[in-house]
């Protein structure tokens, strides 16, 4: 089992910037494939970054590329998601989420385990 545990989320004016965290127990997660989600209200929950479990293999949709950058440290069982330029469409609730292999998936269903979720508040 794999506990996640996001953080760093919060009330930010356009064109801030915040970083998100992500901090992973139970097992190491060098070996799972990491994902970021966000799900606004009334919305389904999407994919806005996903990083292989070595780090160097990223993917980002096109709505954030060049905006959102993810990142993680095996060391310290913790993944990040930098977000930058931030607009008020940012606003949802941000999951982090583990695939158990190495390789990234594009899917909600394609995800093992999922943290509680960290609000992020953009105001115009």
């Known amino acids: 089992q794999v506990q996640l545990v996001e953080s760093g989320g919060g009330l930010v004016q356009a064109g801030g910037s915040l970083r998100l965290s992500c901090a992973a127990s139970?097992?190491?997660?060098?070996?799972?494939?990491m994902g970021w989600f966000r799900q606004a209200p009334g919305k389904e929950r999407q994919l806005v970054a996903a990083v292989t479990g070595s780090g160097y293999g990223t993917y980002y949709p096109k709505s954030v590329l060049g905006r959102f950058t993810v990142s993680r440290d095996n060391a310290k069982n913790t993944v990040f998601l930098q977000i930058n330029s931030l607009k008020p469409e940012d606003t949802a609730v941000y999951y982090c989420?583990?695939?158990?292999?190495?390789?990234?998936?594009?899917?909600?269903?394609?995800?093992?385990?999922w943290g509680q979720g960290t609000q992020v508040t953009v105001s115009s």
């Open positions: 989420a583990a695939r158990s292999t190495r390789y990234y998936a594009t899917e909600v269903a394609q995800y093992d385990y």
């Open positions: 139970g097992r190491t997660i060098s070996t799972y494939a």
